[in-house]
C-alpha cells in the first residue's frame, strides 16, 4: 500500500513537472497553426499559456480549419490537472469550438496568466476525400479586444450606436467635462435588449466594481442620474456600455448625456383604444411590466391605465411590492415591447397571487395628457367555463425569444379540468405556458378576460399549467377601475 501511494506522488510529481514545461507561450491577439495526435499517434492535447493584462475587456479564442472534433478548456493561473477543473470551455460536436470572455462574463476575464488545452478526447481517426488522418491540423487564433478604444461624445447630444459582435459586445465612450458639473443624467434609449453600463473619471473601468457607477437592471432603457459636484469636476470620463449575456447578435441604441433636467421625451404611442374584441387588440392589451430585478405580463383592463397581474410578478425579495414598475406595450410584433410608461401599486391578495396596477406617468414620471387612454380587456365570467372550452394565452414568457428581451407569444390551449384551493376554483390547462408569462391574459374566444397564467406544475414534465380565474377579483377592485376618473 505504501509502495502505491509512493508510485502515486511520484507519477503526480512528473506530471506536473511535464505539464509546467509542455506548453506554448503565445500572445493574446496571435494566429498559432497546431496538430493533434490521434490513436497513440503524438499527444492528444496541447497547452498553450498566455496573459491577459489590464487593458484587455474581453477576449474570443476560436478554432479553425479542423478535420475533427476538437475541444477548448481554459483554465485562469494554473494548468488543468483535470477538465473538470477548466473555467471555462467549449466541447460540443463541432469541429470548431470557440470561447468568448469578457470582464461581465459570469466567469469574468482575470488579468494574469491563462492556461489553454486545444484536446481530442474522441477515438477513431477521421477522413477527409477518402484519406484517414493520425493528425488533427488546425488554426487557433485569439482576439483581445481593449477598453482604450473609444467614442468621443459631448454633452446634451443624442448619438446613435450600437452594441457589436465583432467588438467585443461591448462600447467605450469618452466625454469631457471643462467645468463643475452638479448634475449629469445617462440615458440608453431605443434598444430592444437589456444593455447595462458603468461610469469612470480619468481612465476606462475595467469592469463594474472598479468604476464610480454603475447601471445594471432588466430594462432596456437604462439610466442613471449622478448628482455629485465633487466627483463632476474638469476631466475625462469613461461609459462602458456592454450586453451582460454576450449574445449572438448585434443590439443598435441611442446614448444621450445630459447636464440639466430635461429629458428626452419620446412621443407616446398612438393607441387603438376601445375594448379589446380580436387577437391583434388582446395583443397590444397584453404588457410586459418591469423593475429593476423583475420581469412578467400584465393586462390592461381599464382606458385609465388600471393593469391586472400576478402578485408574485410585482412581489420584492424583501416581500413587499416594488415601488415603481416599468410599463412595455407591444407596437410590433416582431420585436420587444416599448418602455414608455410607471404604474404604481394599487392593491393585491398575495394567497390569491392577484395583483392591480395603475400607469400614472410617463417613462419620466411626467404626467400623461388628460385625454390620453389604453386599450383593455372587458371580464368575462370563468365561471360558466366548461371542460374542453378553447383558451388563448398571451404574454411575454422569457423563451419567446433569442435576445435578452422578448416579443409577445401567443398559444393556445383548452380547459383541461378544475382545481379547489382554500381561496377559491383555478382552472387547469395544456396551453404552453412558461416563465415570464404570469399575469398574461387567458381569454375565451371573445377574447374576454377570464384568468390570468400564474404557475406551471413542472417546465420539464408537460405542458399542464393552473390559470387563477378573473372571479378571483375583489369587486371593489372592479369597481374602482370602471369608476375612476
Excluded at 481530442?120 to 484519406?131: C, I, L, V
Excluded at 393585491?348 to 400614472?360: F, N, Q, V
Excluded at 412558461?434 to 397564467?453: K, V, Y
Amino acid at each position: 500500500m505504501c509502495f502505491r501511494k509512493f508510485l502515486v506522488l511520484i507519477l503526480g510529481f512528473l506530471y506536473l513537472t511535464f505539464s509546467l514545461y509542455a506548453y506554448d507561450e503565445i500572445d493574446i491577439n496571435s494566429t498559432t497553426d497546431g496538430l493533434i495526435g490521434i490513436g497513440g499517434e503524438g499527444n492528444d492535447y496541447v497547452t498553450y499559456i498566455f496573459e491577459v493584462t489590464d487593458s484587455t475587456f474581453a477576449l474570443q479564442i476560436k478554432l479553425n480549419n479542423s478535420v475533427a472534433d476538437l475541444d477548448l478548456y481554459l483554465r485562469y493561473g494554473e494548468d488543468m490537472m483535470n477538465y473538470d477543473d477548466a473555467d471555462a470551455r467549449s466541447a460540443g460536436i463541432e469541429y470548431n469550438e470557440s470561447i468568448f470572455l469578457s470582464r461581465t462574463s459570469d466567469t469574468p476575464l482575470q488579468t494574469g496568466y491563462y492556461y489553454l488545452d486545444v484536446a481530442q478526447n474522441n477515438t477513431g481517426y477521421p477522413q477527409k476525400n477518402g484519406e484517414l488522418w493520425d493528425q488533427v491540423p488546425y488554426t487557433l487564433n485569439l482576439r483581445s479586444y481593449s477598453q482604450y478604444n473609444y467614442s468621443e461624445v459631448e454633452l446634451n447630444k443624442v448619438y446613435n450606436s450600437s452594441i457589436l459582435r465583432e467588438n467585443g459586445h461591448f462600447q467605450v465612450y469618452k466625454l469631457e467635462l471643462d467645468s463643475v458639473q452638479s448634475y449629469l443624467r445617462i440615458d440608453l434609449l431605443r434598444s430592444v435588449a437589456d444593455l447595462d453600463f458603468f461610469f469612470q473619471k480619468d481612465y476606462p473601468a475595467i469592469d463594474a466594481k472598479d468604476a464610480a457607477y454603475s447601471q445594471k437592471s432588466l430594462l432596456a432603457h437604462e439610466f442613471l442620474e449622478i448628482k455629485d459636484q465633487d466627483f463632476l469636476t474638469p476631466g475625462s470620463y469613461y461609459l462602458t456600455v456592454y450586453d451582460p449575456l454576450n449574445l449572438n447578435m448585434d443590439f443598435p441604441f441611442a446614448l444621450r448625456i445630459a447636464n440639466d433636467y430635461s429629458f428626452i421625451t419620446e412621443d407616446l404611442p398612438v393607441l387603438d383604444t376601445g375594448a379589446v374584441t380580436n387577437i391583434n387588440r388582446a395583443a397590444e392589451a397584453t404588457v410586459e411590466i418591469s423593475s429593476n430585478n423583475s420581469r412578467g405580463s400584465g393586462c390592461l383592463v381599464s382606458p385609465m391605465g388600471f393593469i391586472l397581474t400576478n402578485y408574485h410578478v410585482i412581489k420584492a425579495p424583501w416581500g413587499e411590492p416594488y415601488k415603481t414598475f416599468y410599463i412595455s406595450l407591444n407596437q410590433n410584433l416582431s420585436l420587444p415591447p416599448v418602455e414608455q410608461f410607471q404604474a404604481v401599486f394599487v392593491d393585491g391578495d398575495e394567497e390569491k397571487d392577484i395583483a392591480l396596477l395603475r400607469i400614472t406617468s410617463d417613462f419620466y414620471g411626467q404626467l400623461l395628457p388628460s385625454d390620453y387612454r389604453f386599450p383593455y380587456f372587458t371580464i368575462g365570467d370563468s365561471s360558466q367555463l366548461e371542460l374542453g372550452n378553447t383558451l388563448h394565452l398571451f404574454g411575454y414568457p422569457s423563451i419567446g425569444g433569442q435576445g435578452s428581451r422578448v416579443s409577445l407569444t401567443y398559444t393556445q390551449g383548452f380547459v383541461s379540468g378544475f382545481e379547489q384551493t382554500n381561496y377559491g376554483q383555478i382552472i387547469k390547462t395544456d396551453g404552453e405556458i412558461s416563465s415570464g408569462n404570469s399575469g398574461g391574459a387567458a381569454t375565451d374566444d371573445q377574447f374576454r378576460l377570464i384568468g390570468l397564467p400564474t404557475t406551471v406544475v413542472s417546465e420539464h414534465s408537460g405542458r399542464l399549467a393552473y390559470i387563477h380565474p378573473v372571479n378571483l377579483i375583489p369587486q371593489e377592485w372592479r369597481r374602482l377601475w370602471e369608476n375612476f376618473q
